[in-house]
């Protein structure tokens, strides 16, 4: 069973920059997509970013591009989503998802309802 444990969340002023860190254990995600995602209150679940493990393309959203880059460390099996010029309204949860990569692509990969295996989230506070 996979698992995965996030950290990095955090609060942050605005123009700032945060690092966060997906940990995944129960899988060596060979051909598996991971991505972030995240939920303000009162908001639907947004796909930011995800990744495939088998090539390395991304997708990001358009609210992140430029400002948020995916990567991932295959040997501590880890994805990490570092997130510079952070706005408020970027103040959300944080989570991580990981699941196998269907035969589509990154960008259609990137969305909540592709994945089962999610972690707890982490919170990203952003004051104005």
């Known amino acids: 069973q996979v698992q995965l444990v996030e950290s990095g969340g955090d609060l942050v002023q605005s123009g700032g920059s945060l690092r966060l860190s997906c940990a995944v254990s129960?899988?060596?995600?060979?051909?598996?997509?991971v991505g972030w995602f995240r939920q303000a209150p009162g908001k639907e679940r947004e796909g930011l970013s995800c990744?495939?493990?088998?090539?390395?393309?991304?997708w990001y959203s358009d609210s992140v591009k430029g400002r948020f880059t995916i990567s991932r460390d295959a040997a501590k099996n880890t994805v990490y989503l570092q997130m510079n010029s952070l706005q408020p309204e970027d103040t959300a949860v944080y989570s991580c998802?990981?699941?196998?990569?269907?035969?589509?692509?990154?960008?259609?990969?990137?969305?909540?309802?592709?994945?089962?295996?999610w972690g707890q989230g982490t919170q990203v506070t952003v004051s104005s």
């Open positions: 129960g899988s060596t995600l060979e051909h598996w997509a």
């Open positions: 990744i495939s493990t088998s090539d390395g393309s991304t």
């Open positions: 998802a990981a699941d196998r990569f269907a035969i589509i692509t990154i960008k259609e990969m990137c969305a909540p309802y592709r994945f089962s295996s």
